[in-house]
């Protein structure tokens, strides 16, 4: 599928509201639960998203757009998290990733993104060469892919519960 | 985790709401995607659990509690959907998938659903003696397998727009 703006966004405005969905007023035993050391629960995913929001995505395009190659993105720290969602609520950290994803979306929403734009080209740190288009598309994939590991992680709770159906159950085995 | 009913019902009844978020309103070129042959687009995957609902979950509850072993499940068509979904708007399947959760979930609530009845068998056609406990978490994780199959078949469409994120997005290379 072609990437454009408008279908990328439909998918970015979206996640806020599916994680709510999933998660809002769960139980700890869920929020909680990870795969084991330096993995993700529910919740962890949430603070991940939130530090995205405020180091990452909409600050990259900025760099693209207004330095191309010359400024390399800063690399994410993929637990910076940690000490940030401290003292709030799974409840408050869904509200302020729904609050800065709608900023993200309205500063997307303020750029000119036609074909040229898309094609500019910046330095990620350990990619090297990338467009912003393909930033774009992988905002939208990495959305994706923290849905699908929350299921997962949730999942995975139940691995013994379900008792012979694990043969069918293929989301109990797979990463 | 040790599966309780409270547990598991918190999830069973978000899943109507994760779809509406994740779908509602989205454009074909997301709702129609799928991975190739005889696999699920999200529009399939709502097909599907609302055949769930109506013809596995609970009737097969309610088959353990009458009948115990004695009557076993009738075996789960998995593309039955695809002729009752024709004619119906992402959106009409979506709420009827809803309104028949619900449903399912008032069942569930009037039974009674106590150690002794949790640890109730009956007979799967393909996997033998189940418990009424293990259909349950089979069924919160059955929910959860297939939120994760709908965030990995969109995600898969920007497989070559990411370019050479791809590397660093596992969604986009696992199953």
Redesign the interface.
Known sequence: ???TPA?AV??LR?TP??L???LEG??D??LL?NEGPDTFSPRDVIGHLIHGEETDWVPRMKIILEHGEAVPFTPLDRFAFRTASVGHSTSALLERFAALRRESLRAVGAMTLDGAALARTGT?P??????L???L??W???D??H??QV??V??G??RE?????R??????D??
């Open positions: 599928m072609e990437l279908d439909a998918v979206r509201a599916t709510q969905a999933m769960l139980a035993s869920w639960a990620h350990g990619l090297g060469r990338v467009t288009g393909q930033l598309a992988a939208v994939v990495h994706l892919g849905v699908k299921a997962r949730m999942a709770q139940y519960a379900v008792g012979p159906w043969e069918y159950l293929t989301i109990l797979r990463p």
